[in-house]
């Protein structure tokens, strides 16, 4: 079966359109930038236009860059940036605010004073996740607990919900008009969706979780969590399931109508794409931020130690046979011979870290150390060590395990020998040393030990980096030969959907192009860990 599949990647740094042929390889790829805004402390904002006629002009580029038609594609699939939010005129499509980028932190104070509000467990989707103590006492928690019970997430200004809040709250004509069903707000896929077709409004069941108003047990947005954040469910997109039919492009836009089959976020989209199918297998995704994954299978177990629960995808399993009966069994007993697909959950622990690739882009855009982000390992290897230097890279404050928007980045253990190059391998080495705080939290959490790490990102290309994060977790770092993987893993689930691709596929498409092996002692390891430590702990200390 010949055809492509055109995958849109939305991220927070720029718009990329790439198409991949039957055998999921990748042919063509066109990017184009977008411009981040922070017009106060705190605030991060994009223009969604910019988002679209980015996104738009991409798809186009491609294709023809490719020497294709339209006609040649047969679906698009779509991953995004998670968590920012886009708010949009229903009628003219046209956005009624800057979007909301994952980065902004301007709802910290809310989020902190809402987590410690207490609220009786006789909501209808408080009282219907169990607690493990059936106490009077126990039937009052906090706000923050019942919210990591129903949507598996933390209460904290990095997921969608706060943001929306925001944007009624300072706009009261926005409420009013929300009330009167004029508005319509979404993640970035939600956004491009409805641009895409002229007016689908609807979500993918992957983003839907990363919102901080979706049961992810129940598989629907949460009336009680909706009604806490004061924000009108009408509003909000319908939920589809990751392989879902989420509409075809408008008549016009391209030179047919083109059928979206899949999205995912991009987080998720890189768990598929990495191949991390079965239980217990995980990766770790080097972009703006840096973000691990463990499939934890079809239960949701959360976290104890401040990790993530979220969907890693919702897919239609191929039909079975019931119970496993043989032909004559089933004959027998009347049942049908086909049992019809199911719409399958599979779920994952993540921890989610704020600065990764960003802390280049600061070493090279605010500090000027560098003319491009790639120069950053070449500074690093000028010198052998980073010293008694650590780059705390909270920016945005601190991500899993700590979950601390009130911490400040910092540079310590500099010396008047201390040079640029030095500085450069601390940032490097934050990025591993965040990793690891992550990884011991989720090994924490997992009955399933970590053999492996499959990495992919734009960062998962510096061998420096690579090899220092094996050495700290001390397991194998396992780098594909394609490290974009992301816009591939919703490629391939579009393909799997449309039947272009099947399992073998999917097994063929990745392959590895470097093992990088822990060689590092444990005295040398430790001691490395310990200078991290330090400085976390210098950063929680009171003032």
Partial sequence: MAGYILALDQGTTSSRAILYDDHARPIKMVQQPTTLQTPSAGFVEQDAQQIWQTQISCAHDVINRAGLLATDVSSIAITNQRES??????????????????????????????????????????????????????????????????????????FSASKIAWLLENNPTLRVRASKGEIAVGTIDSWLIYKLTGGEHVIDVTNASRTLLFDIHKLAWSETLCDRFTIPMNILPKVLPSDGDFGKTKKGLFAKQIPIQA????????????????????????????????????????????????????????PTRPDNLSFDQIVQSGKRMLQPPKKEVTYALEGSVFMAGAIVQWLRDNLGMIQQSGEVEDLARQVDSSEDVVLLPAFTGLGAPYWRSDISASITGMSRGTTKAHIARAALEAVAYQT???????????????????????????????????????????????????????ALLAGLKTGLYDDSTMQSSWQVDRVFEPSMSADVREQHLDKWQRAIARSLMPI
Avoid at 271 to 300: D, E, H, R, V
């Fill in 85 to 158: 939010i886009v708010m949009w005129d229903r009628n003219t499509g046209k956005p009624l605010a800057p979007a909301i980028i994952w980065q902004d932190r301007r709802t910290a104070s809310y989020c902190k004073t809402m987590a410690n509000q207490h609220v009786k467990g006789n909501g209808k989707d408080f009282s219907e996740h169990p607690r493990n103590s059936a106490s009077v006492e126990d039937n009052q928690t906090n706000m923050a607990q019942d919210v990591q019970r129903i949507t598996g997430l933390r209460l904290d200004p990095y």
């Fill in 436 to 490: 690891y705080d992550v990884l011991i939290a989720m090994q924490k959490d997992s009955p399933h030990p970590l053999t492996e790490l499959r990495v992919d990102g734009g960062a998962a290309n510096n061998d420096l980096l690579m090899q220092f994060q094996a050495d700290l977790l001390d397991v194998p770092v396992l780098r594909p030969k394609d490290t974009e993987i992301t816009a591939k893993g919703a």
């Fill in 263 to 318: 999205v995912l976020g991009d987080q998720q989209a890189a768990l598929f794409g990495q191949g991390c199918l079965k239980a217990g297998m995980a990766k770790n995704t080097y972009g703006t931020g840096c973000f691990m994954l463990m499939n934890i299978g079809q239960q949701p177990k959360l976290s104890e130690h401040k990790l993530l629960t979220t969907i890693a995808w919702q897919r239609k399993t191929s």
